[in-house]
């Protein structure tokens, strides 16, 4: 019955996901990938539940708490890295005009940052009550003495050497802390995937490698499609994507998906009484909860911390609305508002449909430069500080950024900003939104050729 309950939360919250998303509605679409990653942890969940009688969710709730704060901890910790890997940055964001939008966006930091164990977790247990590589096993083997002190010096140089050479080496980062951990869980007699493989016992650490790239897939698809979302700066590796990820990227959730594992072993064994989140019929007791309400407070601070150090540094671009279209009046904002439209996106699709646009409160001489306006700051997330900034270069349109030089544009954009302007602009910025235009120019005439 509870299997059923979570699939049938889970597909409905789907459902209304994806229509919010289409219809734009604020409260929906812009927070879409936490509505839409959490629906279908419900629905993932509720699958485990009918095949095997337990879940995470359910059997083994004691233990929900704890990995849905080490969760937002471990992903906090890689956004920590990233003020020096500068790999992905985010646009799009809730504002940071008043108190209302620094709460949201903190909250919706947490409620993503939560699903990375979960979503690895659940979709490990997915795989197992399918039945994935159930009976595999390889041969026992005593591991040599000196293999567990090997990897964990591996595993410290590959975070030194991204942490050194990060522009093209910055990819080492992931995997390197099961190399430095789960050697020390292996010392311990905490769970490890070195025991595993010592033991013959393959499967966990095979379905891990599944579970991180299909997690990978489902994580990029959800983004691709977000309105507030991550964008990818590899240098190196922009030429191919698939979503707004590298296709060479790809490599990296497997690699994040055995951090997760060795991570919550680690803290499972210290502070939550060696209980793990696998799958079995209950947990008998799980973790005491005066314990984890005494290790709160350290994460809550963490998570500030972090939040603080990267406010300025990972934010490429803030929501966008009505009031930032240099195109539209103050006076047709309040009448789209009697309408229903109060959202960029809400807009262009009226404008660019014919059965809506002719009730639009809108001169038409005016209609055409504001479709590009609007075209042009939804573009990669470019949004309206940035924006701005374009249309003051004489950058108008998404054909026009096609057409720049990206290091000529970044210096001119730069000369006209002030330097510690909000949001973040760096080189790789101007890099991706010229190259993503190009693309998608040329993808245009393609369609244009193709229909004629």
Known sequence: MKGRLSLSIGSCGLLLAFWGLYKDWGLIAQPFYAWAWWSYLLCLDGFVQIRTGGSLMTSRRPLLLPVLLWSTTFWSFFELLNLRLQNWYYVEVFGRGDEVDVLAGGLFGIVCFATVLTGLFETHDALGALGLFRGLRSKPRKLPSWLPNALQGLGVAMIVTALV???YLGPLVWGSLSLVLDPWNYRRGARSLLADWEGGRIQVPLRLLVAGFLCGLVWESFNFLA???????VRGLEGMKLFEMPLLGFLGFPALAIDAFAMFSAVSFTFHGNETWEPRTRVPRGPRLSLIMA???IHVVFWLSVTLAIKD??????ELRLSHLQNL???SIASLAEIGIERPRQLLR??????ERDGLPIPEDVRPALIEEI????FKGIGFHHGTLLQNSGVATVKALSASDPERLYLELTANRRKDA???LRPEHVRLWVDAARYAVEREALATTTAR
């Open 295 to 297: 290790t709160l407070p």
């Open 350 to 355: 009226a404008l660019e449909d014919p059965s």
């Open 375 to 378: 075209h042009l700051l939804t």
């Open 165 to 167: 050479f990060p522009y």
């Open 422 to 424: 909000f949001p973040t």
């Open 329 to 331: 009046s103050s006076e």
């Open 227 to 233: 309105p507030q979302k991550w964008l990818y700066t």
């Open 313 to 318: 540094a990972n934010v490429g671009s803030i």
